[in-house]
């Protein structure tokens, strides 16, 4: 078991983010999950992630406010405990219309080229 406490949480900085502050929650440490790791995101009115496709599948799950996601030709807003996953190698932007701060858990695997602690 590992128990990791909020307030030991590091930042990270995500390619192709703005207005993103994120926190790994757990994953690429000694202990932790040997083939996922989550994260934090905290999205200010205005900020996002995308349009961009990673090779890897993902989930968000919203705890706090609102986000839009598009992928796949679609559009849905997502609101607190909603979640969505997005295939590997899909596009996908998500976006904070809101005028409040947005807080996403998300869940991915790590990437073919690194492996937990």
């Given at each position: 078991?590992?128990?990791k406490?909020?307030?030991?949480?590091?930042?990270?900085?995500?390619?192709?983010?703005?207005?993103?502050?994120?926190?790994?929650?757990?994953?690429?440490?000694?202990?932790?999950p040997?083939?996922?790791?989550?994260?934090?995101?905290?999205?200010?009115?205005?900020?996002?992630?995308?349009?961009?496709?990673?090779?890897?599948?993902?989930?968000?799950?919203?705890?706090?406010?609102?986000?839009?996601?598009?992928?796949?030709?679609?559009?849905?807003?997502?609101?607190?405990?909603?979640?969505?996953?997005?295939?590997?190698?899909?596009?996908?932007?998500?976006?904070?219309?809101?005028?409040?701060?947005?807080?996403?858990?998300?869940?991915?695997?790590?990437?073919?080229?690194q492996?937990?602690?």
């Open positions: 078991m590992l128990v406490r909020f307030n030991d949480t590091k930042s990270y900085e995500a390619p192709n983010h703005r207005g993103v502050h994120s926190l790994r929650l757990q994953g690429f440490e000694e202990g932790g040997k083939n996922f790791w989550t994260g934090l995101s905290h999205i200010l009115p205005g900020g996002g992630a995308g349009p961009d496709a990673t090779p890897l599948e993902k989930v968000y799950v919203v705890l706090e406010g609102e986000v839009t996601v598009r992928a796949e030709g679609q559009e849905v807003v997502l609101r607190e405990l909603d979640s969505v996953t997005i295939g590997a190698g899909v596009e996908r932007e998500v976006l904070n219309r809101s005028n409040a701060m947005a807080k996403m858990l998300v869940v991915m695997p790590y990437p073919p080229t492996k937990a602690g």
